[in-house]
């Protein structure tokens, strides 16, 4: 990961450098450290073993002492003869078990071993036939008196009963104290009755000596080499220092050897004893490297985030701003040509603004030239447009008068011809010169005449009614959907089977999107374009053909009606759409049908038409539908 | 304190005037020592014999007795239960002449003193034996079994009190319950600690503690001084402390037989408290001092004394007979009485002697729960036998 970021940069090379050579100083002292330390533990554990040897021998001397001055005790010394005095012995014994708590058991015994006394009381239970040789004195007169006797032993009976045993050191050390009984009679010698004997595990001497021992220091009692008693186990691959004191206690041979092992300490657990220190001075270089640190990016840093202020302040256009006076000259270098940059991009600005507004002026003044043309070309196109639908009206107008003009006028002829005649006849009849002849010419003449006005106004109300099939007036606005390709074929088809004459081939192609639409409307779209064919288009033609094709676009449908007629030329497709247009006024054609289908298309369709010429002849009507989204697709 | 008392008796020894005999008096009875002082005086007087008395505790005796006994030294008389007799051979007990025995004490007396047949002791008082004490103001009615005291137990403790007290630990106390279940320490000369009546005696006993009916580590004050305080409602004691007790709580006291154990009434010890002569001081130069100072003893007018001043019973026949009459209606005799009629007396052969030490080594090994009752009647009677056995081997 790459470190973008100048303060991350200078903090981790702070560090580096600030604790680099702490570490190596560090790890040599240490070293140095531990050495001393190894010294001083050897010492401190030669100091503990003698102390411990010490206290032990104190303990095992106090409770010889104690049994020595027990054997005095006549009451003692009587038990093995009469338990008459093992009351009072018990009392004592048990006083010298209380007083010398790491004693696990004291008996008296007669000189066959068999237990007199016993204290505490679950070791009168103990068979101490184990330990008879133990009483090795002469049961005859002595001159002086025997001396103790010294054993190791290693038996497990004597933990106390209830007290689990203090691991499985099962080693002890056992003396016997003669009983003497020194005869009052005799000048001198000793007789020895019985035995005192004291039994102490070696678990129960180590005991509760106050002596602590660390975690990695262990006690160990040993004679002859053979362990007798450890306070712990070690490892055996640790390293240890060992201090062995050799104890001559109450004349055992070969003596006891008091070992104390304490494994040496790593560097580490060096480490972890002297943390405080450790973590003073660990603490007290962070923080020097961290003040430092700090110090030094703050340095940096600020004048780096004020000229990252002032660029800042520069690119939101606040050129005015004044940066702060900076610490070290590379900075303050570099603020002052931000500065200057600034000054230039405001002098700039200001040229270009001055240079803007001019410009601007320039482009208003154009835009009013041509706001004003425009204003121009606007009326003119709407006085072009005014002019054409008064054109086109005009021509509409002249159109419907032109046709009505005629059988209008017809009319009236043969209205005013009715009105003489009955005028004529009243005259004659009135005179009496009515003939039945004159009256019968008359009558004749007036029925022709009506059968001319009546047959003139039905040609004027047939014009009507084309002129209001222009409008659409009748035409049906139910708006339904049907695949259109399909339902143009069918129109067309059965429009096709009312007709007598040579009938054209239908051809039909495209897509066939099911629409909604007026389908009256449509239906007589496709009525007025197939007549405009046949009456117009298909005169000359001996393979008469009309093609269909629906082309379905993303929002509009367009249908395309061709035939291969004789077409229209190219300067008369803008006009065949106008009212009363026709290339054959001669043969009856009034020139509406193709403005019908121009104002069915926009009123009832919502569409718009156009015409076009078909290659190589013919006439093409386009017709663009709008669709409705999400209703029409194709089918 | 022992080794004090030893001190004195050893200093006093050799401190005695020789116009008169001076006889060293070993005295075992914490009660009536002063009595007993005020009669040696009286003695004094009429015979010119000086007598000192040596109070020795109950304890201390026969190991006080047999160290004077191996060390020669003198100890003139003992006055003590007859059961220590059981220690004749080692302290060489006098053996007592006929013509000593006043004609008063009765055969059954005189029998607690024999010693393979010889008479080692003269009986001056009767009885020392066990009975139920009880304060009359707590109980209104005495139980007459264990189960009934049993039933006792709550109402008392309500009350804020202990059902009864007695030296549990003590073996003399606890002999009596052996005895109820028909046991006996010893028969004639051979020990019978092993037996079916010493495990029911021994589960018994313990059973009476671990129900909390009597606290195990009772001492003497729980049958004297927890009575007289309050503190108990029922405690069995001895003869010895009668006198105490019925100063302490007058008509209160109210004495009566240790209930029975179901339908076996409860059997306590007794003995005779005899003048014994150690090292055979009878046939030392003392010899005719000491036989002054049992005719002395022996007298109606001395045992009425005793009688009159420590309530001790007299072995004087005639005075005994005379008493029991008289005092009828004295409640507390006729119920010392009556549990007297149901004692038993204690053998004074030497095989009393180690029959008491065996049974109370078996005994605190059971109490501590280190055995069972049968591994307990056993060590009693292993322990009794060769102690037994080691004395008549060390015994010259």
Redesign the interface.
Known sequence: MRIKQLRSVLWLSLLLIALAPTLTIGAYLLKQISELDQQNVSHAIYLKTEDITRQLTQRLQQSAREALSLSQVSDIQMTPNSAIFSYQANLLLSELVQHNPWVSAAYIVNLKGQVMEGAPLFSQLVDLEDYHHLLTWDSGSNASPPALVTEIYNDERFHRRGEPPRGDNHHGLVFAQPLLQQSFNSASGYRVTGAILVFIPFAYLWHDTGIALEQSQRISLSQDGSELFASAHLSPSQPQLKTTITAGWLSLSPPIDVTLSSDTRSIWQLLLERRANVVLVVGLNTALVIALALFLTRHIQQPLTSLTQVVGRFSMGDYLYKPPPLRYGEFEQVSELLSSMANKVMVDQELLEQRVKQRTLELQNANSELEATLKELEDTQQQLVEKEKLAALGGLVSGVAHELNTPLGVGISASSQIADNASQVLTQLEQGQLSKHTLINTMEQNQQAAQLMESSMKRAAALVKSFKAIAGADIDSTQQSFPLLSWCQQRLEMELTTRNQALPALRFAGDNPTIRFNASALEQILHSLLENSLQHGFTDQVAPEIAIKVTKGTEEVFLEYRDNGQGVDEEELTLIFNPFFTTRRGEGNIGLGLNQVFNLVSLHLHGEVSAFQVKPQGLGIKIRLATEPGVNGNS | M?YGLFVTLFASLFTASSIAAELSFFYYREQGKQVFQTLLEQFSQETGHQVALHQVLS??L??AL??AA???QTVDVVFAPSDAIS?AN?IHLSAVPDAMISEHVPPEQLATTLNQGVVRGIPILQGNHLMLFYNKALVSQPAQTWQALRAQQPALAKQGMRTIGWPYPDMYWFAGFVHSFGGRMTQGQSLTLDSPAMQQALRFYRDLSDSGLIDANCDYACGLQALIDGEVAYAINGEWALAELQQQLGTQLGVTKIPAIGDQHFVPFSSSLVLMFPNDALNGPNGEALAALSQFFQRYDTQLKIYQQTRFLPVHQQLFSELTEQEANNPVLQGSLLQLADAIPMSAESVQ??AW??M??GF??YI?G??DEQQASQFMQQ?AE??HR??RE?TP
């Open positions: 022992r304890s201390d026969q190991p047999v160290k191996l060390s020669g220690i080692i002697n180690s030490t065996g109370r080594k605190e090994l501590q280190l055995i322990y060769r102690d080691q004395q060390n």
